[in-house]
Every structure is written in C-alpha cells, then in structure tokens.
C-alpha cells in the first residue's frame, strides 16, 4: 500500500527535499521510496532508502500504571482498581492498543499472586478497569503490566511492571447480639448464646473465630464460634452456674469489632 507523505515542487537544479517527522507508520516492514515525476528535460525516476525494503518500524514501548478508588477497604468490599497504558511515542488521540492483556499482581504477605480479575483484554483503549474484592486483611501491594507485542497487538510493546500502591484491607463488619436470662438462681445452669452476623457482602461464608465472654471485666471463657445451619451466621454458647448472689452482673460477649449486652 502507498501512502504520499509529501510533494514538492523542484524547479531547476539540484533540490535536496526534507520531509517533516512521520510518527504513523505501524509496526513492522517498509519500503521508503521517492518518486521524481520529471519535466522537459529530466526523466522520471524513482529512489529508496538504501536499507529498503528492511526498514523496520518495532512496537512502541510502552509503561503502565495503576491506580484504585479507595486507598482502605474492608472485605467483601468492591474496589475499582484502573490501569493506564502510555505509549513512549504514539501521538495521542490516534492509534491506541487494541489487543494483549493487562495483569494486576497482588503481593500479600511477600506472596505475590494475580488477582481473581485477571486478565483483562485491551481494546481500542489506553486504560481498562477491574473490579477486586479482597478477601483477606492486611496491606495488599498492587502493580500492573501490558503485555502486548506479536501477536497480540504488534504496534505496542509488553511494559515493564508498574510501581506500586497499598491498599489496607480491614476485616468484613459485624454484628454481634446475645441473648440469656435476666435472672437465676445460685448453682442453676445460665446459659448465653452470641450470635455473629456479618453487615455487608463478604467472601467467607459465615464469620470464624472465637467469643469471649465476660462478666464486667471478669472473664467467663472463650467459645469457638460454630456455624448456624443454612444461615451466613455463626454462635457460641457458654453455660455458667457459679455467679455470685446479692449483687449485680452485666454479661457481655466479644467479637473482634461486635460487642453486645445483656
């Protein structure tokens, strides 16, 4: 295919011609030529760079990087993480990468792994989004590369790995209700249930862990937490029979951030 970047008019003698910057070649193989039309005097002709027809064009390199919605997030919850692709050369507004993947690493716990999102196929775009829902606590260092190239998009290169951002995960929000008698007798068995519940969407099937329980700032034991059949709850229970008579006692049960009285 041809394409004419540019005339000019030669009018007597010898006419050096200097052609502005092309930057929409593709990538790969081409034959740069010059065509004289020629006049009364001089023949038409005809001339290619000497290098022709191995003038190659290679893919532009190209860097990523990354950015989220939310800097902290709790489990469960969705972040919108964004990934940007910058060509070293390509002009904006013109050709944009349209093919290859781009793949978020998550290093948690110095382990890195993809998360669940990825890859994410590019096309006719600088910038893709993914939407990650995290599903373990603690600081999640992410990065990001393009990985373009033959044969997935020949004009833009494979970029290195992003820098990276944190994004400190807390733990899925609960609550936490308990129920028993509001009265007994000394030596009679008290028995108080603690239900935990989670408030939002969280990947775990229902919350684990352990219930302490208290009397004021006594502590009466700790009870692992056991699922309530078909339900996303979890209880414990814990049976007492030694409160002191004659004065008052305020039971309460513990879970990471729920708390309730009774």
Same mark, same amino acid.
Request: proline share 9%; net charge neutral; aromatic share 8%.
């Given at each position: ?44 002709? =005809?001339? *290619? !760079?000497?290098?022709?027809? $191995?003038? #190659?064009?290679?893919?532009? &390199? ?5 950015? +989220? @919605? ?13 990934v ?16 290859? =993947?781009? *793949? !978020?690493t998550?290093?948690? $716990?110095? #382990?890195?792994?993809?998360? &669940? ?5 590019? +096309? @006719? ?13 603690g ?14 998009d020949?004009?833009?290169? *494979?970029?290195?790995?992003s820098?990276?951002? #944190? ?8 609550t ?12 009679q ?36 937490l ?37």
């Open positions: 295919r041809r394409v004419l970047f540019r005339s000019i008019v030669v009018n007597g003698g010898t006419v050096t011609a200097t052609f502005p910057a092309i930057s929409s070649l593709l990538a790969g193989g081409h034959q740069i030529s010059a065509n004289y039309s020629g006049d009364s005097n001089y023949a038409a002709v =005809t001339g *290619t !760079i000497p290098s022709s027809p $191995n003038f #190659t064009v290679t893919a532009d &390199p190209t860097t990523a990087t990354i950015s +989220s @919605n939310l800097s902290s997030a709790n489990i469960g919850q969705t972040v919108i993480l964004t940007t692709i910058t060509p070293q050369f390509t002009p904006p507004g013109t050709l944009k990468p349209n093919g290859g =993947t781009v *793949t !978020i998550d290093t948690f $716990n110095a #382990t890195p792994s993809t998360i &669940p999102c990825d890859p994410v196929a590019v +096309s @006719n775009t600088f910038s893709v989004n993914c939407n990650w829902v995290p599903q373990t606590n600081n999640h260092s992410l990065t990001a590369h393009y990985t373009g190239g033959s044969p997935a020949i004009n833009f290169a *494979t970029s290195p790995e820098a990276g951002i #944190t994004v400190a995960v807390g733990g899925a929000p609960t936490t209700t308990l129920t028993g008698p509001t009265s007994g007798v000394y030596g068995n008290l028995t108080f249930t603690a239900t935990v519940a989670p408030t939002g969407g969280s990947p775990n099937p229902y919350p684990q862990g352990t219930i302490q329980f208290f009397d004021f700032n006594a502590g009466l034991g700790t009870i692992n056991v699922q309530v059949p078909s339900t996303s709850t979890s209880s414990a229970s814990i049976t007492v029979s030694n409160l002191a008579t004659g004065q008052p006692h305020s039971i309460t049960a513990v879970y990471e951030i729920g708390r309730a009285h009774v």
